[in-house]
């Protein structure tokens, strides 16, 4: 499964490390997944991969 969030769509992002002598190497910074359990209107329930800010957002929201 992608290393994306089901409901902002966040992934992954490209950056540089640079160290003190502004050497710069690849790096990937990877966005705070959680793995959630949803409970659909069937009584089924469904594993969801969620940012842990897109969870902040829906807490405030409900």
Do not use: Q, W
């Amino acid at each position: 499964m992608a290393k994306r969030c089901f409901f902002s769509g966040k992934s992954p992002m490209v950056g540089n490390n640079v160290s003190h002598a502004n050497n710069k190497t690849k790096n990937r910074l990877y966005p705070n997944l959680r793995t959630v359990r949803i409970k659909l209107e069937d009584g089924s329930r469904v594993k969801l991969k969620v940012a842990a800010s897109t969870l902040r957002t829906m807490k405030k929201s409900s």
